[in-house]
């Protein structure tokens, strides 16, 4: 069996979505909790691992691979279960449309709006013109994520992919705050956030809070 080392807390959103697929997998990895509100990806160690001060960080059997978009396929694609990538290429190109709207600007948008609330020192103190922009960009990622989804129950297709793995994650700390209901009150997130919290492997992962 492989070895598997992630390095990043459980409180780290893409770290989650790796933490997800994993559980998805059902394979044992090793965690070593680097904790971004510590600003421990800073730390010298870890930015051997990740120059770029980030996680997650994987070594797959020695292999280090940084950055969620390469960890997260890899690791769908050699482990064993079931696969999260869809085979039909207009799937994929769904689930890679939603990674990298994630990844480029839902990630942002979403994190400014938990920040605010739940972060502010992280994020450099609350700043409400920065929370209504935060607001109004979440809800055009989610509009358009949305749309991107159809009529499927997931973001590219009936079974969940990688793309829903990256969103969940964010999402949940939106839904600690008072404006989860402005920001999920886009047509057909409610349907799909259901059925994302129903996963087992998203209630596996839950950050244990405080
Ligand atoms: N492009 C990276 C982004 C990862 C990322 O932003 N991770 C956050 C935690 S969710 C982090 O490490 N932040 C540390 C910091 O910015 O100081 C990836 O896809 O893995």
Request: proline share 9%.
């Given at each position: 069996m492989s070895r598997i080392i992630l390095y990043g807390f459980?409180?780290?959103?893409?770290?989650?979505?790796?933490?997800?697929?994993?559980?998805?997998?059902?394979?044992?990895?090793?965690?070593?909790?680097?904790?971004?509100?510590?600003?421990?990806?800073?730390?010298?160690?870890?930015?051997?691992?990740?120059?770029?001060?980030?996680?997650?960080?994987?070594?797959?059997d020695g292999f280090r691979i940084i950055e969620t978009s390469a960890i997260a396929p890899f690791l769908d694609e050699v482990l064993p279960g079931p696969s999260f990538t869809p085979d039909n290429p207009r799937d994929r190109a769904r689930m890679h449309m939603a990674m990298g709207?994630?990844?480029?600007?839902?990630y942002p948008a979403l994190i400014g709006v938990a920040g605010f609330h739940l972060f502010p020192d992280f994020i450099g103190g609350p700043n409400e013109e920065a929370r209504r922009q935060s607001i109004a960009k979440s809800r055009l990622v989610l509009t358009e994520l949305m749309k991107l989804r159809g009529k499927d129950a997931f973001l590219a297709g009936a079974q969940p992919s990688l793309g829903d793995f990256y969103l969940a994650p964010i999402c949940f700390y939106v839904g600690l705050t008072p404006d989860a209901a402005e920001v999920f009150?886009?047509?057909?997130?409610?349907?799909?956030?259901?059925?994302?919290?129903?996963?087992?492997?998203y209630q596996a992962t839950a950050p244990q809070l405080g």
């Open positions: 459980d409180g780290s959103t893409y770290v989650r979505t790796v933490r997800m697929l994993l559980a998805e997998k059902k394979v044992p990895y090793e965690q070593v909790p680097v904790h971004v509100l510590k600003r421990e990806p800073h730390h010298p160690e870890h930015l051997v691992r990740h120059p770029f001060g980030k996680v997650p960080v994987v070594d797959y709207i994630v990844d480029s600007y839902g009150g886009v047509e057909g997130f409610a349907a799909w956030w259901e059925r994302m919290q129903a996963l087992p492997s």
